[in-house]
């Protein structure tokens, strides 16, 4: 005899085939498809309820004689509320095999596209396709065995790429990795890492913050490389065009980067305080809009410039552990490649093969490679 009603906290029918454009206020967003449930560790995931509390209607499927869960792998019961099924990991559910189960590994078995929009999950994720132009999945270990062309990729942790990375025709492409980034080659994109990155072949083009240090296995050129650490390029530094090619070593990227981006501010506000200047200078603060506005901006400014100060001066503290940091080129280096290591700085202005840079007080000195340092850190 029918006694209980299995209610569900998700979507029992979900579909990854048959997706919906999402979107706010019934807008239609061809980006957010909802690829995934997402639960997470403790999620309640259904609740065993009287068959009278069902309400009208109530789908025969989830009738039950007995009190009784269909568990699947990765769910508990709750032992203070059991008649409550609880997700017992960060995962995506779904019904496998006619039990409610959480999956910890997503596995996309075609391309980020139309087909499956944007995707953000909890967990891992492998893609066994490409990350193509406009889309962006987010989760926290990733593999992706094909290629990012124009795509952004975040890893909360480690980030591999079989096929690479490109940025495509006009397009922007990110890659972010909470933990190390390995991938065969940059092209045309920005790429960041907390930890290590690791290049197989080449780096073109390319602003790149490794959190630790950076290996390039064959030629890096153009761009814009930042390590906390040392830098490993085996085969070929800049280019015989000259082409320039920028290595700043020793301080913490993520740090450059918030300066790079109150420096951007700053200038903007700079020009936006001429021009109501020019408009407005000459008036009391408190007359009229433009001079409380011209007032107020000199004020932002301020505190932006105190803020970037404090950041430098943190970084500086950085400077005894600058002499640990290395450029290696057991290849060649091409002039048109400039190196900071902390606040010294060095233009290459000749072809150099099998050197390695380093600072010595506060000057960088090359030095020819010894057969004890030609091999690539790993």
Known sequence: MVQYYLRHYFNP????????????????????????????????????????????DPDPRFMLEKHRFPAGSNTRIDPQYPNYLLAAANGYVFYLDGRITVKCLLNVRQDISFQTGNIFFVGDMAIHGSVRAGFSVQANNVRIMGMVEGGVVRARRNLMIDGGVRGGAGQHSLVDAGGKLLSPFLEKVEARARDNIVIEKSCLYSTVYAGASMVVRELAYGGIINAYGSVYVGKQLGNKAGIPTK????????????????????????????????????????????????????????????????????????????????????????????????????????????????????????????????????
């Open 13 to 56: 029918d979900f579909d990854y085939l048959h997706l919906k454009p999402g979107g706010e206020n019934g807008s239609s967003d061809v980006y957010s498809l909802g690829y995934v449930q997402n639960v997470i560790d403790g999620q309640v995931l259904a609740e065993i309820i009287p068959l009278e509390d069902a309400g009208p």
């Open 247 to 378: 290595i700043y070593l020793g301080y913490d990227p993520l740090s450059i980067r918030q300066l790079e981006k109150i420096d951007g501010i700053i200038a903007q506000q700079s020009q936006t305080i001429t021009h109501l200047n020019a408009v407005a200078g000459h008036l009391a603060p408190e007359t009229n809009e433009t001079s409380r506005k011209l007032q107020a901006l000199r004020i932002q400014r301020t505190q932006l410039i105190k803020r970037r100060d404090e950041l430098w001066a943190r970084l500086s503290q950085d400077e005894s552990y600058m002499h640990n940091c290395r450029l290696l080129v057991p290849g060649r280096i091409y002039p048109g490649v400039e190196l900071s290591i902390g606040r010294a700085y060095l233009t290459i202005d000749q072809t150099y093969d099998k050197v390695m840079c380093r600072l010595v007080e506060h000057e960088i000195i090359i030095e020819h490679l010894q057969h004890s340092h030609l091999g690539a850190p790993q």
